[in-house]
């Protein structure tokens, strides 16, 4: 399949990647259809030339309906934190996981036959790994509950490819920053948290010694990996990283958005958080095989296009 395919349904699409996502297939020319509870989501965001249902991913009977009026599917929708999916262990685990699996059932069933799907998983899979960099065929060793549902998203796309002929692809994204992404979310990367406090003047917390890394790619690259996905979506089931490959550490950035703005920010330290990992940084060169796609952004870059916004 590839994007001359028309009806589009994205969910999760009012949300910070769903949006973006959004825009470039309306401007490729598609119809969009975007299922949204705007539960972290915001009506704004959804570009005006697509039609926004307002409904919940869990409502078997909607997202049968709109399966079936669709020839491919972008999956985004979820919780996508951390500590909301602790707190809410299975509400989050029926949105991020028994939701999608609902979601294969109906593409499974559709009427016209199968439709590709491509869907967010995460880097969360891998968990506290200290192999570096991280490459996918590391063992799925998720330490949080909503990497868990993840994990488990990919294991079912796997058997619904093999039991129902669905083809699907997962991207396991890394920390994404852009605009539209909300900085009082708690799965918002520091980048956005630290403009957000550096615009109102406050100071930056840095927790640890600021020397932990992250993968950090801008949102920009992260829509051409889901595009490039579409077209590779199999029953086999694909998962590839999405991320730049550089790692930068969070001191850095704190630095890097002084020199832009021309101002060392204020910086204070604080004790380490529970359960943060160290290091985070991908293995690109399977994307770059199997999707051709390699991020563009450098991370001076998009840190300017987030500050000049
Ligand atoms: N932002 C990142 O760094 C990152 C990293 C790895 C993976 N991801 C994944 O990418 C996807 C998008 O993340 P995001 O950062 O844009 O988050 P987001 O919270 O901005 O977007 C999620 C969207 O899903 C919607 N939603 C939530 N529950 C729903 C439900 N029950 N029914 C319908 N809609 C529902 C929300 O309203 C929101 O618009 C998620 O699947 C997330 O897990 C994000």
């Known amino acids: 399949m590839t994007l001359d395919t028309k009806r589009i349904l994205v969910t999760g699409g009012a949300g910070f990647v769903g949006s973006h996502l959004v825009d470039r297939l ?14 972290t989501g915001f009506r704004k965001n959804v570009c005006r030339d697509a039609v926004l249902v307002e409904g919940d991913v869990r409502d078997r009977e909607l997202v049968r309906r709109l399966i079936d009026e669709t020839d ?41 036959g199968v439709i590709p799907v491509v ?38 796309a796997r058997a619904a490819g093999r039991t129902k002929g669905v083809p699907s692809f997962g991207l396991r994204p890394f920390n994404i920053y852009g605009p539209r992404q909300h900085p009082s979310s708690s799965y918002s990367g ?42 590779k979506a199999s029953v086999d089931a694909p998962v590839c ?30 004790p380490a958080r529970t359960g943060d990992i160290y290091r985070s940084v991908a293995d690109t060169s399977h994307a770059q095989t199997l999707l051709g796609v390699r991020a ?14």
């Open 26 to 39: 309306v401007g490729l020319g598609h119809r969009i259809t975007v299922l949204d509870d705007l539960s």
């Open 72 to 112: 491919a599917c972008f999956h985004l929708a979820a919780i996508a934190s951390v500590q909301r999916c602790l707190a809410f262990l299975e509400e989050s685990h029926a949105i991020n996981q028994t939701a999608f699996v609902g979601l294969l059932e109906s593409v499974g069933s559709r009427k016209g």
């Open 119 to 156: 869907y967010a998983s995460s880097a969360a899979v891998y968990g506290d790994t200290d192999v570096f960099p991280i490459y996918e065929n590391l063992p799925l060793c998720p330490i949080s509950i909503y990497g868990a549902d993840k994990a488990g998203c990919e294991l079912h």
């Open 190 to 231: 520091v980048i956005t948290v630290f403009v957000d406090r550096l615009r109102r003047g406050e100071k930056l917390t840095i927790y640890a010694d600021g020397l932990q890394t992250r993968d950090f790619i801008h949102v920009s690259d992260i829509v051409e990996y889901f595009i490039a996905a579409l077209g």
């Open 241 to 270: 990283n999405a991320a730049t490959g550089k790692e930068t550490s969070v001191l850095e950035i704190a630095h890097k958005l002084s020199e832009i703005l021309g101002h060392e920010a204020k910086i204070v330290f604080a």
């Open 296 to 309: 563009s952004v450098a991370v001076a870059e998009g840190l300017r296009f987030v500050l000049e916004r």
